[in-house]
């Protein structure tokens, strides 16, 4: 492409941002384990799926333009920008950096990467002391890091949304799910009765409202 507003062709862009994103996501959830840096890899292809077609070639773009072009007649589909489907497809196309979408991004991504460092932490001391990780983040949720990674991917959705990552999506949340049984399997052999406890107690994914908000007592003390 040579037109004079084609945002991509930005290969080093591309490497940068996918390094940088990351980079940052390691030094939250420090892979130690195969079963880590399976998961870890698996994020990491997502992340460089997305910026590829972010800055390098927008296939989604090319592959979608002559249905784009036909029904958003008035969108310039080849500028950077465009890239934000979801603005450009709902009309908010000022600037689509201060769209909804692009704004609810930036929270699920935060969420995510807060979850997997706090996970990541809690569940490293509970390691170090052998014992079962039952208190904080672990009092909601029982793979809270997991629950990070799949908000994370769903916030650059909402701002960048591709075929390719799309595709990816379903696939790795599959993937996340058969490592948390494989994990709990594991905690099972190793905690037994307090882990079978600790399971009925808090849910493996999306917290319940009550506990979210406090109201009830931490999932320790029901196993006391």
């Known amino acids: 492409m040579t037109h004079i507003d084609y945002g991509y ?15 940052f996501a ?18 990491s292809a997502f992340i460089v799926a997305l910026f590829a077609e972010m800055y390098g070639f927008p296939l989604t773009i ?9 029904h958003f007649p008035g969108v310039n589909w080849w500028s950077h920008d465009a890239g934000h489907l979801l603005e450009m497809m709902f009309g908010w196309r000022i600037n689509p950096h201060f769209g909804l979408f692009h704004i609810a991004s930036f929270v699920l991504i935060g969420a995510g990467f807060w979850l997997i460092a706090v996970g990541w ?4 001391e509970s390691q170090r ?10 009092g909601l949720v029982r793979h809270p890091q997991y629950d990070g990674f799949v908000l994370v991917m769903v916030g650059f959705l909402l701002q960048w949304p591709t075929i390719l990552t799309l595709a990816m999506f379903p696939v790795l949340v599959v993937m996340y799910l058969r ?11 190793e905690f ?33």
Do not use: M
């Open 192 to 224: 037994g009765d307090a882990y079978r406890r600790y399971t009925k107690t808090v849910p493996p994914f999306v917290p319940h409202l009550a506990r979210l908000f406090g109201a009830t007592r931490d999932a320790s003390a029901d196993q006391q």
């Open 26 to 43: 390691f030094s939250f959830f420090k892979p130690a384990t195969k079963r880590d840096w399976r998961s870890f890899g698996a994020f």
């Open 62 to 70: 090319f592959v979608l333009s002559g249905w784009l072009q036909s």
């Open 121 to 124: 932490t809690a569940l490293h």
């Open 9 to 23: 062709g930005l290969w080093g862009l591309a490497l940068v941002n996918a390094a940088v994103f990351i980079l």
């Open 179 to 189: 490592l948390a049984r494989a994990e709990e399997r594991e905690a099972l052999a």
């Open 129 to 138: 002391r052998h014992k079962l990780a039952t208190t904080g983040i672990y």
